[in-house]
């Protein structure tokens, strides 16, 4: 009777099942977290997202104790796990950047293998398997070496294997990233069903859409350091307040410029080149009082776009990036065999 008592939570609503604090690692002179700092909710689907060497692989491998980390605090479903790292180990799925699954066995014995691991009982390990390979239309490849298997393939069997023991974390490095076009939505409509069944997830990615569509919260994390937390949803809404004009107008200087700024002081001005402006706004910018400044300035506009904010502009703002970096690094990865 006690012990059961003893082992009701209360229910916390927005209670931490992650919680991380100044965790700082260090590879010799390279610095990979500089002190980061965050919490995952329980049920959240939480995304990383930040270009090549962020450090979002080391996060997950610290995380799941695949590493350690120099100094920090790490509390998993309040395990202490930068102390314990393998103390939360029953409760959370990993599924790396890269396959590591047994090339010569089949997908259902490399599922089972897992299973085996975790220490379930054979039939336990017979049915999560079938049921898993059914999930994933792995079905049919089942018992086919998993060598033979296409990369998307592969990556939707890992994820599978990350799930053998129904996890109630998940954490997901890059599941996207190098693989087909079907299997990424795939694997993208199989982590919404995850959440929908209350999995809390954690997932890394260098797609800005892919953050957008899918994640409740996002990190951007640069060079090691959390530039910014917030709700997908907090995010957008922010954007749709937002206006942004692109106006063409030959001749333009930096005086100009600047007594246009002056005169339109609760907009944010910037002369992108000689031949346009770009203005920014959190109400609705009329254009004609623009028009007529410039126009006393002996300028002409001779086109004016109304240009729809994005994540994207958010991520080039707390960043200090070029979405570029992040699509150059798809294409990649995406073309890229391994
Ligand atoms: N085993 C390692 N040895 C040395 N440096 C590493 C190692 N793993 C990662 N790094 C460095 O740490 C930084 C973060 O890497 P990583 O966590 O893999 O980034 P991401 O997953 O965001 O691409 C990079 O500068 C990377 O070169
Ligand atoms: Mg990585």
Redesign the pocket.
């Known amino acids: 009777m006690s012990n059961q008592t003893g082992s009701i939570k209360p229910f916390i609503p927005d209670e931490p099942i992650i919680r991380v604090d100044g965790l700082i690692k260090n590879?010799?002179q390279?610095t990979?977290l500089t002190g980061i700092s965050f919490n995952v909710r329980r049920g959240e689907l939480f995304g990383f997202l930040?270009p090549?060497?962020?450090?979002?692989?080391?996060?997950i491998n610290i995380l799941t104790g695949l590493a350690r980390a120099d100094s920090g605090i790490i509390e998993i479903d309040g395990q202490d796990c930068a102390h314990n790292p393998k103390s939360a180990q029953h409760l959370i799925g990993i599924v790396p950047d890269e396959s590591n699954l047994y090339p010569e066995l089949s997908g259902f014995d490399n599922l089972c293998f897992c299973a085996s691991l975790y220490g379930m009982k054979k039939e336990d390990r017979i049915n999560q398997a079938r049921q898993l390979l059914d999930d994933f239309g792995l079905s049919e490849a089942g018992e086919r070496k998993f060598a033979g298997y296409s990369k998307g393939m592969k990556r939707k069997l890992t994820i599978a294997a990350g799930l053998i023991h129904k996890p109630s974390i998940l954490f997901l490095d890059e599941p996207t990233t190098g693989i087909d076009v079907a299997s990424a939505r795939h694997i993208r409509q199989l982590i919404q069903n995850l959440h929908g069944n209350g999995t809390t997830i954690f997932l890394?990615t260098h797609y800005i859409e892919e953050a957008e569509r899918l994640c409740d919260r996002i990190a951007f994390i640069v060079g090691?350091r959390i530039v910014l937390v917030d709700s997908v949803a907090h995010l957008l809404q922010s954007l749709q307040e937002k206006q942004v004009l692109l106006m063409s107008v030959p001749g333009l200087n930096q005086k100009i410029v600047q007594s246009f700024a002056q005169a339109f002081s609760n907009f944010q001005v910037e002369m992108v080149d000689r031949n346009q402006l770009r203005i920014e706004a959190n109400s609705s910018i009329s254009l004609a009082p623009l028009v007529n400044f410039l126009a006393a300035h002996n300028l002409e506009v001779l086109e004016a776009r109304s240009l729809h904010p994005s994540l994207e502009d958010i991520f080039v703002k707390v960043t200090g990036l070029q979405v570029d970096m992040m699509k150059k690094e798809r294409e990649k990865n995406g073309g890229g065999g391994q």
């Open positions: 590879y010799g390279v990979a930040g090549n060497g962020a450090g979002k692989t080391t996060t890394t090691g």
